[in-house]
Structure formats: C-alpha cells, structure tokens
C-alpha cells in the first residue's frame, strides 16, 4: 500500500457541521473521539471520558496515564461537577484511559464490560462504583434508559482481546486491550431514541428489534475499509435502528490536546473522504440527516426532526 501524507481538510464539509444547537435543558455536547455528555438538566451520564489525548509518541513507544490537568480543564469548560454515569464503549486507550478517573471525580458509576470493571478497580474505583453489564442488558441512569448490545470494532482491532486483570497506569498503550465493543442505546423520557456506536464494527442482526432516531456513529479507520464494508456498517446501524439522523464522531486526530482545533485523522490512519464519499451518497438516497458535531457545542440533533 503506498503512504500517503497529510489528512483530509475538514473544511470541505464545513456545512455539514449543523446539528441544531441546544436550546432547551436537554443537549449532547461532542468531546472529541466517541466522548458524548448527555445532559438533560437534572441528570447526565459520558461516553468515555477521554480528554488526556497523550501523544502518539506516547501511545507508541511510552507509557500512557491520566492527565488530571486536562481532565479537570475539560469538565470545568463543559461545567460538569456531577455525572450518573460513565459509559466507555470499548476500552482501547482512545476511549477509557480516563473513564475511572472521570467517574471518580464526578461521583458516577463506571458501567461496561469485565474490561472497563479492570479499568475501575486499576484506578481505585471500590465495587459500589462499578457495575458490570452483559450484552442486551438494559439499566436506568438518571433520566435515561440504556441498553448494551455487545458489538465489534472495526478492523484492524491493534490491541484485542480482553482486560483480565485491573490495568494501573502508567502502563503501556497496549494493555488497554479492546474489551467488549458496545452498540449503546439510549432512550430519554423526553422521547429522545440514539444508538451510540463507538467503533465503526457491527455484528450481522444485533440491533435487530432497536429502535433509535438518531445514531452517533463511530467512523475511526472506516474509510480504510472496502465500499461494501461501509455500506454493511451503515445497513446493520443507522438503517437497522431506522435512524433519521447519523451524527458522525472518531474522526479527529486524537494524539492533539482538546484545547487546539480538531482536525482529521491522518491518511495513514483513516480516510474520512472516502467514508464522506460512501456515506453521504447513502445518506441522500435514504433521506438520513449527515452531520458532523460541533466539538464543545451544546447539542440537540432531534431538534431538526420534529
Ligand atoms: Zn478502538
């Protein structure tokens, strides 16, 4: 395969940065890769939790731990002081380095797989705080009812398998192992419906029987892949949960600290205009909104369909 420099400009897609801003208590705030805050006003639950972003230095030859600075810098731009729930959605190191230490800071329970458990108990979370779901398991946090349905990640998958035992770090970027890969679906009791598919993976039928207006939709190396697998991705999520809206999400460099401009990943890691390429093509032909979220921004994509 020949190397291929630099990354797509994301200011071609420029008008698709358009989900309707929040404006009542309810909003969807994008923190970078598949971190979401889930905010209706009296209750909140996060995806992830992922702010520290190390380097690809560090990921690559060093050993990787929570920044407390850019955690802390993080919540208190979003003014988040209190979350039910911390939700990683695979725990490779772009998604849970910082999910124990989020939960612990802001009084939430730590809930996925027997690998995001290991990431609690690493960082000192005790059991109470940690709660352990198996795949199409439902539980109620805050004001919202969400169902985990057990996914893939989408390949090459660069460090698989489980997390068997608690993960201390500093360690190695290598020990946050994949863990299960979640489809997370979410229903609010203002009717809101998302899935919430954190890799761009899927397993044949598993969303089968959901239902979700609105699909946050995991792109990172989805661009790597073969048209017939991005046109399988987007049949067995959006088009499966009869979505009318995908918000895009992992599709920013993540070895760049929150604080600077998002900006693609690079070629040799994805290629966001070719999945731009497929995507919207199959957006326009199943009239499915296709947005980019805003990073920071307050957000309410069920707004547009009303
Ligand atoms: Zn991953």
Redesign the pocket.
Known sequence: MRLRLGRPDLAQYADRFDVPAADGDFSVTFLGVSTLLIDDGESAVMTDGYFSRPSLFKVGLGRVTPDPDRINAALARTSVTRLEGVLPV?T?V??ALDSAVVAEQTGALLVGGESAANIGRGAGLTEQRIRVVASGQSLRVGGFDLTWVESD?CPP?RFPGHITEPVVPPTKAKNYR?GEAWSLLLRHNSGRTALIQG?AGYVPGALTGHRADVAYLGV?QLGLQGEDYIRAYWAETVQTVGARSAVLIHWDDFFRPLDEPLRALPYAGDDLDVTMRVLGRLAADQAVELHFPTVWQREDPWASLR
Do not use: L
Request: hydrophobic share 0%.
């Open positions: 695979h490779h772009d998604h990640h998958d994949c890799s990172g």
